[in-house]
T-cell receptor, first 112, second 113 residues
Framework: DQQVKQNSPSLSVQEGRISILNCDYTNSMFDYFLWYKKYPAEGPTFLISISSIKDKNEDGRFTVFLNKSAKHLSLHIVPSQPGDSAVYFCAASSKTGNQFYFGTGTSLTVIP | EAQVTQNPRYLITVTGKKLTVTCSQNMNHEYMSWYRQDPGLGLRQIYYSMNVEVTDKGDVPEGYKVSRKEKRNFPLILESPSPNQTSLYFC????????????FGSGTRLTVV
């Protein structure tokens, strides 16, 4: 059973606008949440993470929001750039950090 | 350059012929892990290792073996590959898992016919 879900397989956004990618999880024992970006023919690249004691983490144009009561996290990219076009995966792990659970990914297209 | 190196990048093999995919990292990371990526299923963890000689099963370990005899290497072994193991495989390493995330290799595209 999928413990981490990304319900939007794809998203298109105009350059300069905000991109919002969503992720839901079912396991309340998860302590860490991460976002990865993946280009074709490459491995996923770590983007940003957040621990369960926080509700927001920011790194440049990327902000991750965590709503523990709703078991929901989102990644905001502002402003979106064409180079952001990629597949984005959210992932979650427990405090021990050994097992990771990934969502199915959302393909983001930023239109110039 | 800090990286995770997998070999080969592409492999076509026949059912039942044992194969090994190698993985090496140069970052002195404690944690290493193998994933497979399949359409509609995202990335699923096969095996992980928290240190030398310490390995454990992930979500989809059936049909795979791993070993961690040295800190830098974490090979994935398919003793008797079957067509349902056709997939894109990624090796990854991390200084401590959890919040630190994993650094991924470039992937190995395996086809079993």
């Amino acid at each position: 059973d999928q413990q981490v879900k990304q319900n939007s397989p794809s998203l298109s956004v105009q350059e300069g606008r905000i991109s919002i990618l969503n992720c839901d999880y079912t396991n309340s024992m998860f302590d860490y949440f991460l976002w990865y970006k993946k280009y074709p023919a490459e491995g996923p690249t770590f983007l940003i993470s957040i621990s369960s004691i926080k509700d927001k983490n920011e790194d440049g144009r990327f902000t991750v929001f965590l709503n523990k009561s709703a078991k929901h996290l989102s990644l905001h990219i502002v402003p979106s750039q064409p180079g952001d076009s990629a597949v984005y995966f959210c992932a979650a792990s427990s405090k021990t950090g050994n097992q990771f659970y990934f969502g199915t990914g959302t393909s983001l297209t930023v239109i110039p | 350059e800090a990286q995770v190196t997998q070999n080969p990048r592409y492999l076509i093999t026949v059912t039942g012929k044992k194969l090994t995919v190698t993985c090496s990292q140069n970052m002195n990371h404690e944690y290493m892990s193998w994933y497979r990526q399949d359409p509609g299923l995202g990335l699923r963890q096969i095996y992980y290792s928290m240190n030398v000689e310490v390995t454990d099963k992930g979500d989809v370990p059936e049909g795979y073996k791993v070993s961690r005899k040295e800190k830098r290497n974490f090979p994935l072994i398919l003793e008797s590959p079957s067509p349902n193991q056709t997939s894109l495989y990624f090796c990854a390493s991390s200084p401590g898992g959890g919040y630190y995330g994993y650094t991924f290799g470039s992937g190995t595209r395996l086809t079993v016919v």
